[in-house]
């Protein structure tokens, strides 16, 4: 029998008492988990190589540790939620500290979310397959969270939002449209066909383009393979939903500077993105490796410094424990489908995107992450505003 199989069968006879171990185990007690326990939130080792990989590098190693099958856990999302509600971060030790303190300094002093790698999450996540978002999602096919006030549904709660999102904006028929980060184009086929309005929706996907004017067609809308920044014209709305989470907060000033150029006096600008509830330095970096390169999650600090002198917030809406909901939706629509879905994707990124989904409702679930729906407007606007629900 090799080595790895000893170690994987005797990976429960380990010694808390000794090393890394005792100190991992201290660190998830703070939070109610045991390794090896039998509570369903609970880490089952299967392999001891687990705390090689996180004592040196913390996130990264519990990611790449649960990918490789290191160990196991029956409710991951209910693990994630008990993580992120201790903020285990904190208590860090050992070589991942360096190498957080590193991270911190990476993001302070260059701009991951440049022009030059605008490009790079598209390529990396939102071009995987669109077999597999078409299986996951609702048939908007809206990769963000959804609205659950009086939704049953991950379809319903989808589409509420949708209508949530034109009665913010009061569309009126005939006015233009600007969907900053489209997607698959559910927001703009949605707006075009229910309020008469012409859309111009840009992606950093090609994946996403294609299929976007698939299912736009014959539709006023226009869907433009582009960065931002490299926008012109001018509309009555504009609109962005679950794209500002990779603009990055150096360039947030660019950002917003952008779409008051863009957006007309008397015009409404709605921003749909996901939050922190405090100002982080530095990025998840298994998330950044395997899912989101580049991506940064704004505090509502970092979002109201910058619009300072630039928009009037004429609303902010939390609904960030839908996200839970969503995500937990999703996770049903991605096993449900995965007997189809493994003819194309391997057993690693099953346990990959596994992790992914489940960590994400942990983490709303938990208060930490936020959703936020802003409304926003040019000082100058001659109208008042009433937002909606």
């Known amino acids: ?19 890394a171990p005792k100190i991992i185990n201290q660190l998830f007690e703070h939070a109610g988990i045991r390794l090896n326990g039998d509570q369903p939130w609970d880490m089952k080792i299967h392999d001891q190589a687990f705390f090689r990989k996180m004592f040196a590098t913390w996130e990264l190693g519990i990611g790449e540790s649960y990918m490789d099958g290191d160990w196991d856990c029956e409710r991951l999302d209910e693990f994630f939620f008990r993580v992120t509600s201790h903020d285990l971060e904190q208590t860090v030790v050992g070589p991942a500290k360096i190498k957080f303190a590193l991270e911190i300094l990476r993001q302070k002093f260059f701009n991951l979310q440049s022009r030059g790698r605008a490009f790079q999450v598209g390529e990396q996540h939102y071009d995987i397959g669109n077999d597999l978002f078409a299986s996951m999602l609702d048939s908007s096919m ?6 659950w006030s009086r939704a049953h549904n991950l379809e319903e709660a989808q589409q509420h939002k949708l209508d949530l999102i034109c009665r913010k904006l009061e569309l009126k028929p005939g006015e233009r449209l600007l969907d900053i980060g489209c997607g698959w184009g559910g927001l703009a086929r949605y707006a075009a066909q229910h309020h008469q309005v012409e859309v111009v929706g840009i992606t950093i ?3 996403q383009q294609k299929l976007a004017q698939e299912r736009c067609a014959g539709l006023p809308v226009k869907i433009e393979l582009t ?7 001018q509309f009555d709305k504009v609109v962005s939903v679950g794209m500002f989470e990779h603009v990055g907060a150096k360039n947030y000033p660019a950002y917003f500077d952008v779409v008051g150029k863009l957006l007309a006096p008397d015009g409404l600008f709605l921003l749909h993105t ?33 619009l300072e002198g630039r928009f009037l917030i004429e609303d902010w809406h939390n609904f960030g424990r839908d996200y839970d909901l969503t995500l937990m939706a999703w996770w049903e629509n991605f096993e449900r489908a995965w007997p189809v879905l493994k003819d194309n994707y391997d057993e690693r990124f099953y346990r990959m995107w596994k992790y992914f989904i489940l960590s994400s409702a942990g983490f709303f679930r938990s208060g930490q992450g936020q959703l936020w729906q802003l409304v926003l407007s040019k000082r100058g606007r001659s109208s008042g505003y009433r937002s909606v629900r």
């Open 205 to 207: 996907s090609k994946e």
């Open 142 to 147: 809206m990769y963000s969270c959804g609205y």
């Open 1 to 19: 029998m090799s080595n790895a199989s000893n170690s994987r069968e005797n990976a429960t006879d380990f010694d808390l008492s000794a090393g």
């Open 227 to 233: 960065d931002y920044r490299q926008l012109a014209g």
């Open 274 to 306: 996901i939050g922190n509830y405090v100002t982080e330095m530095k990025r998840d970096v298994w998330l950044d490796k395997y899912i989101f390169p580049n991506g940064h999650l704004p505090s509502a600090k970092e979002i109201a410094n910058v």
